[in-house]
């Protein structure tokens, strides 16, 4: 249950501090007013664990809710739905060191570092639908000689963080293509 609440709280201060400051300081416009205005995407993705299918709903609230420009949005969200995968990158570091500790392996600063960078790598090149990222997992225990076995444990929740993950890579999608389009010249 840590593990569970480990990652939901990553998740959740992500959508609720990071993006929205981020967000701020790119547009200065209210980042809570964007979201509530967008937020059927992220419900969406939050039910169908998949960013490919939400894509639909999320080009559609863009326009209509965000006031995103429709060629802004129809080159951001689709590039950002198979890129730009935030949860996946923090839910995928969460679960290797979980695993890592249960393992009772320490890894080093280079292991860390190590695990870092592949996670980003991996991460923008993971499928966007449901429990894609179960498959980078497996790499990434490979490549620092961790035991597999463990991601029995990890199946066992991967569904319901699964849909909090995809949750957050639509919303970031929508964060970024809001600040492309106003940043736009």
């Not at 547009?27 to 490919?52: G, Q, W």
């Not at 299918?53 to 863009?62: C, E, I, K, W």
């Not at 179960?134 to 490549?143: C, K, P, R, S």
Request: proline fraction near 4%.
């Amino acid at each position: 249950w840590k593990y569970i609440l480990l990652v939901i709280g990553v998740i959740i201060f992500h959508g609720i501090v990071t993006l929205p400051a981020v967000l701020a300081y790119f547009t200065k416009i209210n980042p809570y007013k964007y979201l509530s205005d967008i937020r059927e995407a992220p419900i969406m993705a939050f039910s169908t664990a998949s960013s490919a299918a939400t894509l639909p709903v999320s080009m559609r609230v863009s326009e209509d809710m965000g006031g995103v420009s429709k060629k802004t949005a129809s080159f951001v969200l689709p590039l950002g739905a198979t890129v730009s995968m935030d949860g996946t990158a923090a839910y995928l570091t969460i679960a290797v060191l979980y695993i890592a500790n249960l393992a009772g392996v320490e890894l080093n600063f280079a292991n860390q570092l190590l695990l870092g960078v592949t996670v980003v790598a991996l991460s923008v090149g993971v499928a966007a639908l449901p429990s894609a990222s179960l498959v980078m997992m497996v790499v990434i225990l490979n490549q620092l000689g961790l035991p597999t076995e463990y991601i029995a444990l990890i199946v066992a929740v991967d569904r319901i963080l699964d849909m909090c993950r995809t949750s957050l890579n639509v919303t970031s999608d929508l964060v970024v293509t809001k600040i492309v389009d106003m940043m736009k010249v």
